[in-house]
């Protein structure tokens, strides 16, 4: 039996067309990477050397009905801090909201920090994460990059 030339080509034609169409998108650059939930940001952290504890969503500090949502309360030690430290992070959905909403954190922490002089911020976009320190500065860098891992394009 002989295919007749004209399917032939056809069929020629559309195999190259999906081949073609595979190689492109092998050529498109990968999306950019959006921010992690906490899960993903507490892995961040324990995967460079903190121990997480008395982890506890709502936890703002503070008890501003604004921030509550995007507030989650934690314990960490780890890298020079032998005694846990408080510390809470603040999520905020879009890089937008975070622009906006970072400055309402501050007047929040005034309210629990024990020494306001020694609180330690740090901010990644779409997140802030703050603290009672000093904090030893493989605990303070092991925060930021797991941040800065985690938020991904900052939403």
């Given at each position: 039996?002989r295919?007749h030339?004209v399917?032939?080509l056809?069929?020629g034609l559309?195999?190259?067309?999906?081949l073609?169409?595979g190689?492109?998108?092998i050529?498109?650059?990968s999306?950019a990477?959006?921010?992690?939930d906490f899960?993903?940001?507490?892995?961040?952290?324990?995967?460079?050397?903190?121990?997480?504890d008395?982890i506890?969503?709502?936890?703002?500090g503070?008890?501003?009905?604004?921030?509550?949502g995007?507030?989650i309360?934690f314990?960490?030690?780890?890298?020079?801090?032998?005694?846990?430290?408080?510390l809470?992070?603040?999520?905020?959905?879009?890089?937008?909201?975070?622009?906006?909403?970072?400055?309402?954190?501050?007047p929040?922490?005034?309210?629990w920090?024990t020494d306001?002089?020694t609180?330690?911020?740090i901010g990644?976009k779409?997140?802030?994460l703050?603290?009672?320190?000093?904090?030893?500065?493989?605990?303070?860098?092991?925060?930021?990059?797991?941040?800065?891992?985690a938020?991904?394009n900052?939403?």
């Amino acid at each position: 039996m002989r295919i007749h030339p004209v399917r032939q080509l056809a069929s020629g034609l559309a195999l190259s067309a999906v081949l073609l169409a595979g190689c492109s998108a092998i050529l498109l650059p990968s999306p950019a990477p959006t921010p992690m939930d906490f899960p993903g940001i507490a892995g961040e952290l324990a995967g460079r050397g903190l121990v997480l504890d008395r982890i506890s969503s709502g936890d703002d500090g503070c008890k501003d009905s604004t921030l509550t949502g995007t507030a989650i309360g934690f314990d960490a030690s780890g890298l020079g801090v032998a005694s846990p430290v408080r510390l809470r992070i603040y999520i905020f959905r879009t890089g937008e909201t975070y622009e906006r909403r970072q400055a309402d954190v501050e007047p929040c922490v005034a309210i629990w920090a024990t020494d306001p002089a020694t609180v330690e911020f740090i901010g990644a976009k779409p997140y802030v994460l703050v603290g009672q320190g000093p904090w030893p500065a493989a605990f303070k860098s092991a925060i930021r990059e797991a941040l800065t891992v985690a938020a991904g394009n900052g939403g």
